[in-house]
Structure formats: structure tokens, C-alpha cells
């Protein structure tokens, strides 16, 4: 028998009433004590703020401590620990999404160099030749490729965690594990596709003779702040898409206008200065100016728009995990 709500106060529970238990790491403790020689052996619950040790793989008898599963108890009971408790598991998932985005595919992860490549050399013909779009002294395929890269990351990266939950629903409504380790390796899985598709980027710069600067170091906490936000708006979006099916049929649609209202084919000066906070609050704006500007070393650091990002998205990955953490106590009931 294993108590899915932990009491309110400590009490005593007879060992007769729970012969075989087991449980996982949560924030209920029983241990089993000896009254006396005539007393039974008894069992006291206590209300622990601790995470314990991982689900054992088989029952142990109730003379040893065990944990119970239990829901959070409080509005930031984000209970981040578990999560590394199930680094396995996320290991496991962003490995089975890796090989079964390319399984049974003719020519694999070539696709994830072969589709930007194409985007670029369209945009290039109708942005760059035709429409003229100003790329600030920089060739238009190397200045849009640049951003290509991250805002590639961030709509798969978005589009693959906001699927996740109802993906994987036969294995949420029958397991217990951290949730949130299914939008963060959908997440997590992109990134093989962005260092492939890098290397594309590297062809180019050597096919226009561009150097390299100093500034492609910082290109990590880039990386980093880009997995924030898709990780971040992911949340929000897998919770609300397990709850209301309509959200899939959104997301395309949102992607679509969100990455031109993203400087990805145009540079951010072409925005007018009166409206230039507005656009400053994209959290993808600080994302692809600071890309471009780390990959190229070529004109001024983001600046305020990079902070601004920061702040955004800082503000949409806190409340995102929030949200999830409240909403993951059901997910498995209406998935």
C-alpha cells in the first residue's frame, strides 16, 4: 500500500496495516521504532522538508526507512533536486530523441545542415538580391545565417517540448518521474543540430574570407541564453497543450510571425527608436544580435537589448517552472 497524501501533522501507523512498502525520494519520512517487548512494531510519519534517496528498484520491508510519494507542498516547492536524482533518465530520453529524429532517414543529420542551407540561399535571393534589406557592411547570407542559427534551435527546440507531454502520455500516466524532464530533453536534443549546422557556418566564412574574432568565446552563454528561452516558453506551452489541444495548432502560427518580429532577415536598427523597447522585450532579439555579433566581431555588443533580453527571459523561465510545477500534480489525470 503506498499513502498518496502525506498528513497534515505526525502520527502513528501500525505495522500490521503496512506489511510490504515502497516509495520514492519525496518529503515524507517513516522510520519504525520498538515500543517495548509486548507493544506491536509501529511506524511514525513525519513531515521532512528533505528529498531522500532515489526509487529502489524492489520492496523493502517496513522495518527500514522509506519515502512516500507525495505532491509539493508549497507555491515554490520547485524540488530542483529530484531532477538530478533522474539525470539517467534525461540522458536516456535526449538519446532516444536524437536517434529517433534520424531513424530510417537517407542521407540523417545532413538535414540539419542541408535545411538552413536552403533557407539562407531563398532569403539571400529575396531579401538580399531583390528587397535590398541593409545588413550592415557584412555579406546578407553570413548576416542571416547568423541568426538563422539560433532562431533554427529555438522553434524546434519550442515546437518538440510543447508535444512532449501528450507524445509521451502513455508513460506520464503509468510512471512517476519528474515531468519537467520531458520539455527539458526536447530541449536539450537541438543542440546536436545547432553544432551541426555550425559547421555550414564555418564553410561560409571561409568561402567570403571573414576572420574569426575574439567575441566567438562568448558564443556558450549565448547558447545558454537561447536554451532559457525555448526551455522557459516551452514550459508554459507544454502545460497549457496538455490541458487544451488547440495549442499545437498555435504554434506554427506563432513561430511564423515570432521570428519577424525577430531581427533574423533585417538588423534591429531598421526598428524606430520609439519603438525600439517594445521590441527590445522579444527575448529572442538579445539572442540573435548577440549571435551575430559574437560569430562576426562585427559592430557594436547588443547592449541594452541583450540586457533586456536577460530580464525577459529570466522572468518567463521562473514563472514557467512555477506554472509546470503546479499543473504537474494533474497533467497525468487529464493528459
Known amino acids: ?147 538563422l542559427l539560433p532562431w533554427t534551435y529555438f522553434s524546434g527546440a519550442l515546437q518538440n517540448a510543447t508535444n512532449t507531454i501528450i507524445e509521451n502520455q502513455r508513460v ?29 557556418f564555418i564553410v561560409l566564412m571561409l568561402y567570403y574570407r571573414i576572420d574569426f574574432a575574439w567575441t566567438v568565446l562568448l558564443i556558450p552563454g549565448f547558447v545558454l541564453l537561447a536554451i532559457a528561452t525555448a526551455l522557459g516558453v516551452g514550459l508554459w506551452l507544454s502545460a497549457l497543450n496538455a490541458i487544451y489541444r488547440d495549442v499545437r495548432y498555435v504554434i506554427p502560427f506563432l513561430v511564423q510571425i515570432w521570428m519577424f518580429a525577430s531581427p533574423v532577415a533585417y538588423p534591429s536598427s531598421l526598428v524606430p527608436e520609439r519603438w525600439r523597447w517594445l521590441f527590445g522585450l522579444n527575448p529572442m532579439t538579445g539572442v540573435i544580435e548577440g549571435f551575430r555579433w559574437a560569430l562576426t566581431g562585427h559592430g557594436e555588443p547588443p547592449g541594452g537589448l541583450l540586457f533586456a533580453s536577460i530580464g525577459i527571459v529570466a522572468v518567463i523561465f521562473c514563472a514557467g517552472l512555477v506554472y509546470f510545477q503546479r499543473m504537474e500534480t494533474t497533467i497525468a489525470d487529464v493528459v
Open 172 to 200: 506520464v500516466t503509468k510512471v512517476f518521474f519528474p515531468r519537467v524532464i520531458l520539455p527539458l530533453s526536447a530541449v536539450l536534443s537541438g543542440l546536436l543540430d545547432l553544432g551541426i549546422s555550425f559547421l555550414m
Open 1 to 147: 500500500m503506498i499513502w498518496s497524501r502525506p498528513p497534515q501533522a505526525s502520527r502513528t501507523i501500525g505495522s500490521s496495516d503496512l506489511p510490504l512498502v515502497w516509495a520514492r525520494a519525496s518529503r515524507e519520512k517513516i522510520t519504525m521504532t520498538e515500543k517495548s517487548e509486548n507493544a506491536p512494531q509501529v511506524a511514525t510519519v513525519d513531515s521532512a522538508s528533505a528529498v531522500g534517496a532515489p526509487l529502489p528498484a524492489f520492496a523493502v520491508p517496513l522495518q527500514k526507512s522509506f519515502y512516500r510519494i507525495a505532491p509539493p507542498q508549497g507555491f515554490l516547492d520547485l524540488n530542483l533536486r529530484e531532477v538530478w536524482n533522474y539525470k539517467s533518465l534525461l540522458y536516456f530520453l535526449v538519446w532516444r530523441d536524437i536517434k529517433i529524429r534520424y531513424k530510417q532517414t537517407a542521407i540523417g543529420a545532413a538535414w540539419a545542415i542541408i535545411q538552413p542551407f536552403m533557407t539562407m540561399v531563398t532569403f539571400s535571393l529575396f531579401f538580399g538580391k531583390l528587397a535590398r534589406i541593409p545588413s550592415e557592411g557584412l555579406p546578407y547570407p553570413i548576416f542571416f545565417y547568423t541568426a
